[in-house]
Nanobody, 115 residues
Framework: QVQVVESGGGLVQAGGSLRLSCSAS????????MGWYRQAPGKQRDLVAV???????TYAGSVQGRFTISRNNARNTVYLQMDSLKPEDTAVYYC?????????WGQGTQVTVSS
């Protein structure tokens, strides 16, 4: 079992920045990938950025160059630095820990970008 907790959401004006944090606990040795997904009202949950245990990073095209994912392995924590935010980035952001083909989700944190 893995538990995931996010923090760091909030309200920001367009062009601003936010940093999300995600901490994992439990069977963290079995996590192969951690990352961030987001879900806007009425839409499906989409990948934002993920990082594997080996350090391979994947970004959604819509955030490439604006968002940066990083991890602190010693603290089992993943961060998402979000710069140049746009109103279309408004969504609930979920942290995910991927273990043996199963997703462990956090409770989500709201990010709202005003125009």
């Amino acid at each position: 079992q893995v538990q995931v907790v996010e923090s760091g959401g909030g309200l920001v004006q367009a062009g601003g920045s936010l940093r999300l944090s995600c901490s994992a606990s439990g069977s963290v040795f079995s996590i192969t990938r951690m990352g961030w997904y987001r879900q806007a009202p009425g839409k499906q949950r989409d990948l934002v950025a993920v990082i594997t245990s080996g350090g391979t990073i994947t970004y959604a095209g819509s955030v490439q160059g604006r968002f940066t994912i990083s991890r602190n392995n010693a603290r089992n924590t993943v961060y998402l630095q979000m710069d140049s935010l746009k109103p279309e980035d408004t969504a609930v952001y979920y942290c995910d820990a991927y273990v043996s083909a199963r997703h462990y989700w956090g409770q989500g944190t709201q990010v709202t970008v005003s125009s």
